[in-house]
């Protein structure tokens, strides 16, 4: 970002690492100044992005001396893009797969993040959601399969199950750019662990991968939790 006149603006350097404030961050005594670090996608960059390289080498970085920290208020957001190697993108039903995938291993996918993500204001828990509405995991299947994608992102996955609400709702798995090709996960906390960073990065693709190649699913309860090993083991097919 860039501070002009008195305000933030957006720099149009996507193809680059930013540092930008976040207001949802209050800061500490310490550490007055909430900031997120933001990578490029590699669809901004010219020759390509290598993630893991410059995660390692960033985190170094971030680690030395004490000038940046982390605490509850914080989180790791994942966005991937959609456009698999062949350069695919996802269809309509790859993307309602993606939906039963995420909703039966959610509770999973809690187990491996802190409490203050499970849930939160910035990572609400899209399987609650419909469940506070009544709905079995057999039933939301039903809905998904009948409603366009376009209706079920707008009405469960961005509107927390009211459609006719302005109230922004940040879900675990944020779909709003599906259209866009872009999926966001939002559980994981904040952290400046490179490998906890990567190790996320690699599931969250593999329900990606698994959409994409077909994976069914069949609804569970929703106090069910697999385990990861089942969770890994379904999603490799």
């Known amino acids: 970002h860039e501070y002009v ?9 996507k193809d ?28 901004d960059c ?12 960033v985190c170094e970085k971030l680690n030395e001396g004490n000038h940046f920290m982390v605490n509850k208020e914080c989180g790791t957001h994942v966005t991937l893009e959609t456009i698999d190697e062949h ?38 828990h899209l399987g609650k959601a419909y469940l506070r509405r009544g709905n079995t995991m ?13 209706d079920e992102v707008e009405s469960f996955w961005r509107r927390n199950g009211d459609a006719t609400s302005s109230f922004f709702y940040a879900p675990s798995a944020n779909l709003q750019k599906v259209m866009e090709n872009r999926i ?7 952290t400046l662990n490179a490998n906890k ?17 077909g994976v069914e699913i069949q609804p569970t309860a929703w106090n069910h939790t697999p385990s990861i090993q089942d969770m890994i083991s379904m999603l490799n097919g």
């Open 46 to 57: 010219e020759n390509g992005f290598k993630t893991y390289d410059s995660i390692y080498a």
């Open 16 to 43: 680059q690492w930013r540092v930008c404030p976040d207001g949802s961050l209050d800061g500490t005594a310490s550490h007055p100044y909430g900031v997120e670090i933001i990578t490029p996608l590699p669809s």
């Open 5 to 13: 006149d008195g305000r933030w603006r957006t720099a149009d350097k």
């Open 87 to 124: 350069g695919r993108a996802m269809t309509a039903d790859d993307i309602k797969r993606f939906m039963k995938l995420w909703l039966v291993f959610e509770n999973t996918m809690d187990t491996i993040v802190s409490r203050s993500r499970r849930d939160g204001h910035y990572c609400g």
């Open 197 to 213: 960073i990567i190790r996320y990065m690699e599931l969250c693709e593999m329900f990606l991968t698994a959409s994409q190649n």
């Open 184 to 190: 966001e996960f939002r559980q994981h906390q904040g």
């Open 138 to 150: 057999a039933d939301v299947f039903a809905r998904i399969d009948e409603n366009t994608v376009q």
